[in-house]
């Protein structure tokens, strides 16, 4: 017993250290060039402000990055005397413009909004999306798709960095909630009314999908910190059908349940549907690490993504709310947390998918409707 209170003394004693802050996930200066086809992607920086395109083709050059070095910044702050000025709306509004004229170009008939979670460098977010859309998707034989790639200040692990993500993962649900409600739902209140949409996330990225939808509940002495034209407290009701596939979600109360016994019914007033790959054997949304349990609310409640008294807890108050089509979800059943290993596990992984009409199917044996 002395040995498991030594032990999770340790893991705690993670938040309280200096110098453990992970790297933020800034863009290469080349990160708009040479995206493949079907493809935009669109950089928010930690406040959810949206980052210009390389090369100056906005008019503004890429803040640089020092070798061997990764420091925070806001670009409001970093662009506050640069001419032509930082345009945030402006920024949007060309984003969105190449979303439409892309999708009608290609005959795509839905827009997909790919989000990975926390502790990911730019690299890694491209990797992951890279194979996501090629290898998972475009190989299955969907419908016409159009891709958008989010990069968010997801916070990784790097040289120098304390070697145990969970450190620093604290800042990480304050970033993804900004991405959302302060930059992603800024680009969907530009898309032409009736466009249909699927966010597929994985762990936070399950955030930024639900903060664009309508504002989560942050922590006590955080505040959104938006520069919005538009503000609001969630996303109008204009775009057609809009999906939400989110593996492991690393989220709870804030994001699905505005009390105990109260599910957060206002998300579906934009979502139709959220499908939900939940696994009661993935240590980082259980925080379950050497055989300590961690309690939830150190680094944050991650409950609907392995939680599994949770997740039938928020099923029932979504059936109360005569939701019970519109929250669906799948067991999953592998010690993991990498998104591959999830897609490994083909017949639950493609249920989520065709659910998000995102491949053919569905597959053998698959529970969710759609």
Same mark, same amino acid.
């Given at each position: 017993?002395?040995?498991?209170?030594?032990?999770?003394?340790?893991?705690?004693?993670?938040?309280?250290?200096?110098?453990?802050?992970?790297?933020?996930?800034?863009?290469?200066?080349?990160?708009?060039?040479?995206?493949?086809?079907?493809?935009?992607?669109?950089?928010?920086?930690?406040?959810?402000?949206?980052?210009?395109?390389?090369?100056?083709?906005?008019?503004?050059?890429?803040?640089?990055?020092?070798?061997?070095?990764?420091?925070?910044?806001?670009? /409001? &702050? +970093?662009? =506050?005397?640069?001419?032509?000025?930082? $345009?945030?709306?402006?920024?949007?509004?060309? @984003?969105? #413009?190449?979303?439409?004229?892309?999708?009608?170009?290609?005959?795509?008939?839905?827009?997909?909004?790919?989000?990975?979670?926390?502790?990911?460098?730019?690299?890694?977010?491209?990797?992951?999306?890279?194979?996501?859309?090629?290898?998972?998707?475009?190989?299955?034989?969907?419908?016409?798709?159009?891709?958008?790639?989010?990069?968010?200040?997801?916070?990784?692990?790097?040289? /120098? &960095? +304390?070697? =145990?993500?969970?450190?620093?993962?604290? $800042?990480?649900?304050?970033?993804?909630?900004? @991405?959302? #409600?302060?930059?992603?739902?800024?680009?969907?209140?530009?898309?032409?009314?009736?466009?249909?949409?699927?966010?597929?996330?994985?762990?936070?990225?399950?955030?930024?999908?639900?903060?664009?939808?309508?504002?989560?509940?942050?922590?006590?002495?955080?505040?959104?910190?938006?520069?919005?034209?538009?503000?609001?407290?969630?996303?109008?009701?204009?775009?057609?059908?809009?999906?939400?596939?989110?593996? =492991?979600?690393?989220?709870?109360?804030?994001?699905?349940?505005?009390?105990?016994?109260? @599910?957060?019914?206002?998300?579906?007033?934009?979502?139709?549907?959220?499908?939900?790959?939940?696994?009661?054997?993935?240590?980082?949304?259980?925080?379950?690490?050497?055989?300590?349990?961690?309690?939830?609310?150190?680094?944050?409640?991650?409950?609907?993504?392995?939680?599994?008294?949770?997740?039938?807890?928020?099923?029932?108050?979504?059936?109360?709310?005569?939701?019970?089509?519109?929250?669906?979800?799948?067991?999953?059943?592998?010690?993991?947390?990498?998104?591959?290993?999830?897609?490994?596990?083909?017949?639950?992984?493609?249920?989520?998918?065709?659910?998000?009409?995102?491949?053919?199917?569905?597959?053998?044996?698959?529970?969710?409707?759609?």
């Amino acid at each position: 017993m002395r040995v498991l209170h030594l032990g999770l003394t340790s893991i705690l004693l993670v938040f309280a250290l200096p110098g453990c802050a992970g790297f933020h996930t800034l863009p290469p200066s080349s990160y708009s060039q040479a995206a493949p086809a079907k493809v935009e992607r669109i950089a928010f920086d930690q406040d959810g402000d949206p980052y210009p395109r390389s090369n100056g083709a906005d008019g503004l050059e890429l803040p640089p990055q020092p070798p061997n070095r990764n420091v925070a910044f806001a670009l /409001r &702050t +970093f662009y =506050a005397t640069s001419q032509p000025p930082y $345009d945030r709306e402006a920024l949007l509004d060309k @984003a969105a #413009d190449r979303i439409v004229t892309n999708m009608r170009a290609s005959k795509a008939r839905r827009v997909v909004f790919l989000i990975k979670g926390f502790n990911n460098s730019y690299a890694e977010f491209e990797n992951e999306y890279a194979w996501i859309r090629d290898e998972v998707i475009l190989a299955n034989q969907p419908e016409p798709l159009y891709f958008v790639q989010v990069y968010w200040d997801a916070i990784h692990r790097g040289r /120098r &960095t +304390f070697p =145990a993500p969970l450190a620093y993962f604290a $800042d990480s649900l304050t970033y993804s909630n900004h @991405a959302g #409600d302060c930059g992603l739902r800024d680009v969907l209140r530009r898309l032409p009314p009736g466009t249909d949409v699927t966010f597929l996330t994985h762990s936070r990225g399950a955030a930024v999908a639900l903060a664009a939808i309508s504002d989560p509940k942050y922590d006590e002495g955080i505040t959104n910190a938006c520069q919005s034209s538009m503000p609001g407290h969630s996303l109008p009701k204009q775009l057609g059908d809009v999906r939400l596939v989110a593996f =492991a979600p690393a989220i709870g109360d804030g994001h699905v349940r505005a009390g105990v016994d109260e @599910a957060r019914a206002d998300i579906f007033a934009q979502l139709d549907r959220f499908y939900v790959g939940y696994n009661p054997n993935d240590p980082a949304v259980t925080k379950k690490y050497f055989g300590i349990n961690i309690p939830d609310r150190f680094g944050g409640d991650t409950r609907l993504g392995g939680n599994e008294g949770y997740v039938r807890h928020v099923d029932e108050l979504f059936e109360k709310e005569k939701l019970r089509d519109s929250f669906q979800v799948v067991r999953f059943d592998r010690r993991s947390h990498d998104w591959r290993d999830y897609i490994a596990l083909q017949d639950s992984a493609n249920c989520l998918l065709w659910a998000g009409k995102l491949v053919a199917g569905p597959s053998p044996g698959c529970t969710l409707s759609r």
